[in-house]
């Protein structure tokens, strides 16, 4: 299914808000992201506000791909972050396989913020990783994400 479509279709059975599209908005979303991202990199910082900085991180560029699309979640809706992740094929292209990766970081975020299951090295070292590939995606398919 060709990526609007998806993304119409997904609008239509109330997954996501059509919105009008806002350069402010998303300049903003992505300031997020890079915010989050400077902060997950510090080493002063614990392991769990580490990666859920990085995590944050990689939502704020996945809510501004999409309002570059003219979307954004019904946050009304249980699961609004994982259609958000999920729709990173539709708005930037990501494989569907790291989709999964990025999907399992928004499970472990849960396990750790509603279980207080502990946050791995590796899994913070993930995080950060495809937190970093998202944003240069975003700089290089986003309307003035360079700036």
């Known amino acids: 299914m060709p990526s609007d479509a998806a993304l119409e279709n997904l609008a239509r059975i109330g997954q996501l808000d059509k919105v009008p599209f ?21 080493n002063e910082n614990s392991t769990e506000t580490r990666f859920d900085c990085a995590y944050t991180a990689i939502r704020a560029i996945a809510d501004a791909a999409l309002l570059a699309h003219g979307y954004r979640t019904s946050t009304s809706k249980p699961g609004h972050h994982q259609t958000t992740i999920q729709c990173l094929t539709h708005t930037l292209g990501v494989s569907v396989g790291i989709v999964r990766v990025l999907d399992a970081l928004r499970k472990q975020r849960n396990l750790s913020d509603y279980d207080g299951e502990s946050i791995t090295e590796q899994a913070l070292t993930e995080c950060i990783d495809q937190a970093l590939r998202l944003q240069e995606l975003a700089v290089a398919k986003l309307p003035g994400a360079g700036t």
């Open 22 to 42: 806002s350069q402010d908005l998303m300049t903003r979303m992505l300031a997020t992201a890079r915010s989050r991202l400077t902060d997950a990199q510090r």
